[in-house]
């Protein structure tokens, strides 16, 4: 009978020590899992983060006065010497083409 109670020891140490170290293992790796998750949301979150706005729309041409207000003070330039004609002409293309 001291045979067969050393062996009912022997299997329920080695089944002890196989449940502890089972337990172990899944502990970690849950750890593990939870870890990658946390990581993973993280960077969803961070890819998922709102855009700043567009910028505001440009202001719509209003080519008539813009111009007229232009050509008024390259028209000034040119009478106070600043510009040369050839200025003057140049820059008044640039004004008109554009």
């Known amino acids: 009978m001291p045979?067969?109670?050393?062996?009912v020891?022997?299997?329920?140490v080695i089944a002890g020590t196989a449940t502890s170290v089972?337990?172990?293992v899944s502990r970690r790796q849950g750890r593990r899992w939870a870890q990658q998750e946390q990581e993973e949301y993280a960077?969803?979150?961070?890819?998922?983060?709102?855009?700043?706005p567009p910028p505001p729309p440009a202001p719509p041409a209003s080519?008539?006065?813009?111009?007229?207000?232009?050509?008024?003070q390259l028209g000034e330039l040119k009478t106070?010497?600043?510009?040369?004609d050839a200025e003057f002409e140049a820059e008044k293309a640039r004004i008109?083409?554009?």
């Open 80 to 84: 106070q010497g600043v510009l040369t």
């Open 9 to 12: 020891a022997r299997t329920a």
């Open 3 to 7: 045979g067969l109670l050393r062996g």
């Open 63 to 72: 080519g008539g006065v813009d111009r007229l207000e232009a050509l008024k």
């Open 96 to 98: 008109l083409a554009g």
């Open 43 to 52: 960077r969803a979150q961070q890819q998922a983060a709102p855009t700043p």
């Open 22 to 24: 089972s337990n172990r």
